[in-house]
């Protein structure tokens, strides 16, 4: 099955900053990669997604890239705000089996 | 105008006593999930309904069961819950024609004493 693995576990950044998160996915099949951000006590959100059929995508601050060849997507934030802090979860599914496989999370902090 | 709905927010329970977990969305997405979440971890998900198909994860414990009785509810049974079963669970919908993300409900968050 799909195994995900992410990095760092704990990213810290002076505000202001950029902060990236890179995830690899085992299945090639895979073609949809969700990123959720989980403050503390809260649900995920999804906070942007991208296809297989695109390379990267970028929605005001936050941008995501993805390697098909590699196996490899990351999470780009630029000029972090304190409130950037939460723990976020890169993730992967299969559009015929919906189900979706996290990464472990990484805990970013945003330093003021 | 929650859209995926979780109760209760926190449930107690005691060691081996049944208790159910009820979710509910007004999405009508037609993909339902239950992921157990453990402190400081990913969600990992438990099963999930497309439509009424059942589909359970092979590393599932058998004391974990599910119910869907209709589009828009979803339960999760635990027979009996043991220490290691506290954990927030979190239900989440995700609708097949749009092949997109999830929506989380706001999660239950189980102790067992």
């Known amino acids: 099955g799909e195994n995900v693995e992410q990095h760092p576990s704990t990213l810290s950044v002076q505000e202001g900053d950029s902060a990236v998160i890179k995830c690899t996915y085992s299945d090639s099949a895979s073609n949809y990669f969700p990123w959720y951000k989980q403050e503390l006590g809260k649900r995920p959100q999804l906070i942007i997604d991208?296809?297989?059929?695109?390379g990267e995508k970028k929605d005001q601050r936050i941008a995501v890239t993805l390697n098909k060849t590699a196996k490899h997507f990351s999470l780009h934030i630029t000029e972090t705000q304190p409130e950037d802090s939460a723990v976020y979860f890169c993730?992967?599914?299969?559009?015929?089996?919906?189900?979706?496989?996290f990464g472990a999370g990484t805990r970013l902090f945003v330093k003021a | 105008d929650a859209m995926v709905i979780q109760n209760p927010r926190y449930q107690v329970t005691q060691f081996g006593k049944p208790v159910t977990l009820s979710c509910s969305q007004t999405l009508n997405h037609n993909v339902m999930y239950w992921y157990q979440q453990k402190s400081s971890q990913a969600p990992k998900l438990l099963f999930h309904y497309y439509d009424k198909d059942f589909n359970n994860e092979a590393d599932t414990p058998d004391n974990f069961q599910s119910r869907r009785p209709n589009t828009s509810f979803c339960f999760l049974d635990i027979r009996s819950p043991g220490l290691g079963d506290a954990a927030m669970y979190l239900c989440?919908?995700?609708?097949?024609?749009?092949?997109?993300?999830?929506?989380f409900g706001s999660g239950t968050r189980l102790t067992v004493v």
């Open positions: 989440a919908t995700s609708s097949r024609a749009a092949g997109s993300g999830y929506t």
């Open positions: 993730a992967a599914s299969k559009r015929e089996g919906f189900k979706t496989i």
């Open positions: 991208i296809r297989s059929n695109v």
